[in-house]
């Protein structure tokens, strides 16, 4: 089955720096990748996404590239804010199995200091 | 939309009794599925459904957890009995279809003492 790998797992920087996440993925077959967000005492939040047929996608402050070849996906978080401090986790999805059942990396716990 | 309504938001049990966690999923959403998460384990998947069906359940720790979805509109996660390892907060999601992303309810934070 599919194995995802996220690195780092923590991450601190400064308010205003950017913010670098990266996953690795096993199966050539998955061909969509999310990124979620989590607050403290919350559930996981969607706040973008990629498909293998895109190489970048950028939504205002976050943006997401994708690497096919190599099996490897990033989020990149510019001009970071204090309310970007989260957990993060990517995911990879087969879509041709049976139903979308998404492979979850481990998380990075991000800290922006003020 | 409500987004995905999970309830209760916190549970405290003895060890032994009976638990049961309950979602309501987007409506619309075809895909249904129950997570675990703790701080060793990070998040696991239990179970999910496709159509009300449930699709792959091998991540059911064991005899003692079931889940059904018995309409588009309603899950159940059950515990019997607990056990104090089963305290963790489990989350419920939905999505559209089989290629996007979730929307994860608040989630139950469950204590078993």
């Known amino acids: 089955g599919e194995n995802v790998e996220q690195h780092p797992s923590t991450l601190s920087v400064q308010e205003g720096d950017s913010a670098v996440i990266k996953c690795t993925y096993s199966?050539?077959?998955?061909?969509?990748f999310p990124w979620y967000k989590q607050e403290l005492g919350k559930g996981p939040q969607l706040i973008i996404d990629?498909?293998?047929?895109?190489g970048e996608k950028k939504d205002q402050r976050i943006a997401v590239t994708l690497n096919k070849t190599a099996k490897h996906f990033s989020l990149h978080i510019t001009e970071t804010q204090p309310e970007d401090s989260a957990v993060y986790f990517c995911?990879?999805?087969?879509?041709?199995?049976?139903?979308?059942?998404?492979?979850f990396g481990d998380g990075t716990t991000l800290t922006v200091k003020p | 939309d409500a987004g995905v309504i999970q309830s209760p938001r916190h549970e405290v049990t003895e060890m032994g009794q009976e638990v049961t966690l309950r979602c309501k999923p987007i409506?619309?959403?075809?895909?249904l599925f129950w997570y675990r998460q703790t701080m060793m384990r990070g998040l696991e998947l239990l179970i999910y459904?496709?159509?009300?069906?449930?699709?792959?359940d091998s991540g059911m720790p064991e005899d003692r957890f079931s889940a059904k979805m018995p309409n588009a509109s309603f899950s159940t996660l059950k515990i019997q009995p607990s056990e104090p390892r089963d305290s963790a907060v489990y989350f419920c999601?939905?999505?559209?279809?089989?290629?996007?992303?979730?929307?994860f309810g608040s989630g139950t934070r469950l204590t078993v003492v």
């Open positions: 999601a939905s999505s559209r279809d089989r290629d996007y992303g979730y929307t």
């Open positions: 995911a990879a999805l087969t879509s041709n199995t049976n139903a979308g059942k998404s492979t």
């Open positions: 990629i498909r293998s047929n895109v």
């Open positions: 199966d050539s077959a998955s061909n969509y």
């Open positions: 459904f496709n159509n009300n069906v449930p699709i792959d």
């Open positions: 409506s619309g959403h075809n895909s």
